[in-house]
């Protein structure tokens, strides 16, 4: 096995282009528990862990490199909220955001936060420069994006005004170390617009736009919208039956979880 | 290949082969056997060593990535003479069953208390919440810890 260690996203990229079938190397938490189950056994490994300039944090543009451990202690309150949900210590100390959005698992918790946020993830490559992709474009299925082979993910951007009201919360087994069984981020704006993503119910993360129209510009709903609402969230939602949960829990569960993290967004 | 690397305060050369883990490169090359392997899927934390001031579990590492790099592990942590001060409270609490999980609660511990001497029950807790005790001793894990807290500095 090669292994490559730029030192920069220049070299990192030149490197990718070189060798388009090059597996890259964050933090290593979704890509050592593949190698060390025998699912993936790379032979060239470009290691970012120390590119200086992917793990470069400001609230607008979030180094593809920068830890759960970073974005715990960070000013966007429910993506801090997500970052102290991940895994454990160990596993906040060494993954990143980068690696959640290359995973692109229908679970990974900064997923449904990026949505909500509106971001665009930041990809370079050495043929074509910078490319940002919107959320939705770039999250295509389940583990699947929309990353070409000669391509780095450099950072996700966000837009300028992205709502300060905002709350994450996610569902599991046990309160520590929990893949989600669903996850969701609701935002509200200036004007009382309201956003709702949620995570692990679709392949993708996903908004569910019917739901965010009903309660748009409502500061004070009434108990029976509230109620619509959930019931809302749960028919838009795709979710499936796995090891981990039902369908049916799923769909009841993110009405739920929609419901109060809206409830604490109108608190605010 | 071969990967230059400080462990435990020695600058070593490992022999590295191909993907493999830090785990795996302490223990069968390296001579270091006190970090544990129970699940190579970072759940445990049984492997839990610090990488260049990071708490990390071992298993998730690819030896290939430490060139250079700074790890301690429990081996690191005492010397013949003296227990760590996290060792010697888990030793005055009974924390240890089968000890399997020892050593990766250890570094955790010891890697809390260097940044903090005196963390409250709930900052231990949460420290601590990577590492996993199948003979759930946990109880006198977390006793042993409150009391080192409350020892003046
Ligand atoms: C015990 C455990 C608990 C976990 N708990 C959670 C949890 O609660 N929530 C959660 O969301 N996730 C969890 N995870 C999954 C994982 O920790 C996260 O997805 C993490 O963000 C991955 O980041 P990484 O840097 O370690 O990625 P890596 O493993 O290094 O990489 C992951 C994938 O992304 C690609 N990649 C990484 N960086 C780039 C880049 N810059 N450009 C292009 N491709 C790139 C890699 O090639 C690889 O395919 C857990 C994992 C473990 C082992
Ligand atoms: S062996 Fe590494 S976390 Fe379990
Ligand atoms: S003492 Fe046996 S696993 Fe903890």
């Known amino acids: ?268 | 290949m071969i990967i230059n690397m400080t462990v435990n305060g020695e600058a070593r050369n490992a022999v590295v082969a191909g993907s493999e883990s830090l785990l795996t490169t302490l223990r069968e090359e390296l001579g270091l056997p006190g970090s544990k392997n129970a699940c190579e899927q970072g759940e445990c934390g049984s492997c839990t060593v610090i990488l260049d001031g990071a708490l990390v579990t071992s298993c998730l590492v690819m030896s290939a990535d430490c060139e250079d790099s700074e790890i301690t592990t429990v081996e690191g942590l005492s010397t013949d003479r003296e227990l760590h001060a996290v060792q010697r409270a888990l030793l005055d609490a009974g924390a240890v069953q089968c000890g399997f999980c020892t050593p990766g609660f250890v570094v955790a511990a010891a890697h809390l208390f260097e940044e903090n001497r005196h963390p409250s029950s709930e900052t231990i807790r949460e420290a601590l919440s990577g590492n996993i005790c199948r003979c759930t001793g946990y109880g006198a894990i977390l006793r042993g810890l409150e009391a080192l807290a409350q020892e003046p500095s």
């Open chain 1, 1 to 268: 096995m090669e292994f490559s260690r730029p030192a920069s996203t220049e070299e990192a990229a030149a490197i990718k282009a070189a060798d388009p079938g090059a597996t890259i190397l964050a933090g290593g938490t979704d890509l050592m528990v593949e190698v060390n189950f025998g699912h993936a056994s790379p032979d060239h490994v470009i290691g970012l862990r120390r590119v200086d300039d992917l793990a470069d944090y400001q609230d607008t543009r979030i180094g593809a490199g920068v830890t759960w451990a970073r974005l715990e202690e960070c000013s966007h309150r429910a993506l801090a909220q997500a970052a102290r949900t991940v895994g454990s210590p160990q596993i906040r100390a060494a993954g990143t955001i980068g690696g959640n959005i290359g995973t692109a698992s229908p679970a990974g918790d900064g997923l449904p936060w990026l949505a909500a946020a509106e971001a665009e993830i930041e990809v370079y490559s050495t043929t074509r420069g910078t490319r940002l992709v919107s959320w939705d474009q770039f999250f295509t299925g389940v583990k699947q994006n929309a990353l070409a082979d000669d391509e780095v993910i450099t950072a996700a951007v966000l837009p300028e005004n992205v709502p300060s009201v905002q709350e994450f919360a996610k569902i599991g087994q046990r309160s520590a170390m929990v893949i989600s069984t669903v996850s969701a981020c609701v935002m509200r704006d200036d004007e009382g617009s309201i956003r709702v993503a949620l995570g692990a119910v679709a392949p993708t993360p996903i908004r569910v736009r019917q739901a965010e129209a009903l309660v748009s510009g409502q500061s004070n709903p009434s108990e029976a919208l509230l109620e619509e609402f959930a019931r809302t969230v749960s028919a838009e939602v795709k979710p499936i039956t796995d090891h981990r949960s039902t369908e049916a829990y799923r769909r009841h569960a993110s009405g739920v979880l929609a419901r109060r993290l809206l409830e604490r967004c109108l608190a605010q």
